[in-house]
């Protein structure tokens, strides 16, 4: 069954369908793989239950974090020996003296993490010639010179991983999708503290914007993807 299986009901099913939402999309030449804010902040330290975990970070979104992360895992190692790019968007530390604005009065907690929190989980920890893009909104897109990384790489499809799927990682993927690359979110790849919130944006962007499935059919595709020169 679908992560949003018994969340979206067969009417809301039907009215995507009858819309025409849905369609196959395509796996390009050039495969990239995004990973978005895995950060201690956004995990804990180590897997913990969420309520347990918040208790560490506020912002953390517990164990369903920490599976995901095992599965970029995966990905990542896939990637690396095919010799495809690997992109970091994150968050960088806050400045509370000029980074507050708008995010601050929505999420006042995210002015207070501290260093290790900032961090990137060691399980996916980039090395170098992976690419870092510190980003200050939502969308890796925006602020960053992302899209002038992928042309230099010759990027045409974006896997998008991360967190958290309702946010940095929708927003990523939107934007991902008005730039024309194909997009691809492997939905166990990706995590959220609101387990409604992230079936429902998994079922909305598969019928608008990426080709959503389990990571294990995301690494055969890539898989048997040539890798070029």
Known sequence: MAVWGGIITDEEERRYDRAGFGGAGAIGTR??????????RTVGTEPRPYWEAIEEY???????????????????????GKGFPVLYPHVAPKNAATDAGRL???????????????????????????????????SAFFGTPLVSHLIDLRADTLVVTGCTTSG???ASVTDAFAYNFHVVVPEDAVYDRAP????????????????????????DVIGRVETTA
Not at 72 to 78: K, R
């Open 31 to 40: 495969p990239a793989l995004l990973i978005i804010d895995v950060q201690y």
């Open 168 to 170: 940095c990682v929708r």
């Open 104 to 138: 601050a009065e929505k999420i006042p907690t995210i002015m207070g993490i501290d260093a290790k929190g900032y961090e990137f989980v060691a399980e996916v920890a980039p090395r170098p010639g992976d690419v870092l893009l510190p980003k200050k909104h939502p």
């Open 196 to 219: 409604t919130s992230h079936a429902v944006n998994l079922w909305d962007m598969k019928g608008k914007y990426a080709d959503v499935m389990p990571t294990d059919a995301v690494m």
């Open 58 to 80: 506020p912002t953390s979104c517990g164990d369903v974090g920490w599976a995901a992360v095992a599965r970029i895992a995966e990905l990542l190692a896939l990637f690396r």
